[in-house]
């Protein structure tokens, strides 16, 4: 999820919004997310079959859809979709550390908090630590399959 600042968010012109469809159209694990209208993209990112595992990036566009549950329904979908038919071992997350939001989220969604890097990112003339978080396959099926043990 975005850094949890509305300000960098600007409607598109139509050539931005072509381009930006165009790009996910090229990536291999890319998909918008839709609530009525476009409200943001979800992907995974460095899928590594080898090492059986990626990164995922959300970000949801619209600030009237914030804290709607979208995000959350989205990363479960993609969960879903790299453990189960991608056959992925894990899949991690950085989120900048005062979106709370976003921590949140991943948290509901069985992510957890593996570490941080200090003051990786600059923002606003600070600098501030990014959260590491991770989710295993193991973790995933106990979350979603509460009766197989």
């Not at 993209?41 to 804290?67: E, N, Q, S, T, Y």
């Not at 509901?108 to 003051?119: A, L, N, V, Y």
Request: a neutral charge; one cysteine or more.
């Amino acid at each position: 999820m975005y850094g949890d600042s509305l300000s960098d968010v600007r409607p598109m012109t139509l050539h931005d919004a072509t381009r930006w469809v165009s790009g996910l159209q090229k990536h291999d694990h890319a998909w918008i997310i839709e609530a009525g209208s476009v409200i943001g993209h979800i992907c995974l990112d460095r899928v590594d079959f080898r090492d059986r595992k990626a990164c995922l990036a959300i970000g949801i566009d619209d600030p009237a859809r914030l804290g709607k549950g979208f995000g959350s329904e989205a990363i479960m979908l993609v969960q879903g979709y790299a453990f189960q038919q991608l056959g992925l071992h894990c899949l991690s997350v950085r989120v900048i550390e005062y979106n709370r939001r976003a921590i949140r989220a991943y948290q509901k969604c069985g992510f957890r908090i593996e570490g941080r890097e200090r003051e990786a990112a600059y923002v606003d003339g600070q600098w501030h630590d990014d959260v590491m978080m991770g989710i295993l396959d193991r973790e995933y099926v106990a979350i979603h399959s509460p009766n197989v043990r």
